[in-house]
């Protein structure tokens, strides 16, 4: 890598697909309160991720994959996980987490709680706080 490159030194992009743009601003505008920067249609619509960009890109027909392709650690997930839920977002309880838990706040091994939910798309997003 030459000095003049350092990609863990500037800015990056996060790509989420989506294929209407109605239920995408209704969703990560709305739901999840992120700031709309630019609708760039046909191609994306440009959201605010913290200072990060999240290009939201009209793909068409796809497939979504069945992993987290884009997550938020947050400072109490269970706060998040109810501010969420308020705004009509629905979080998923996978086969083998633990069911005792009301907002469907998975634990790991090492101690991190997560939370996952989809987008309208079927894109897996995810919420995590760190021990």
Request: hydrophobic fraction near 40%.
């Amino acid at each position: 890598m030459t000095d003049s490159l350092k990609l863990s030194t500037i800015p990056h992009v996060a790509f989420v697909p989506i294929n209407d743009k109605d239920k995408a601003i209704a969703f990560y505008r709305d739901q999840l309160g992120l700031t709309l920067i630019e609708d760039q249609s046909p191609f994306a619509l440009i959201f605010d991720l913290n200072g990060t960009i999240l290009r939201a890109t009209f793909v068409g027909d796809f497939k979504p994959q069945q992993f987290t392709i884009l997550g938020w650690s947050v400072p109490d997930i269970e706060a998040s996980v109810k501010e969420l839920t308020a705004a009509g977002v629905a979080f998923t309880r996978y086969p083998g987490m633990n069911d005792s838990h009301p907002l469907s706040i998975w634990t790991a091994p090492g101690g991190t709680q997560i939370a996952w939910f989809t987008d309208p798309f079927g894109n897996t997003l995810s919420l995590q706080q760190n021990p």
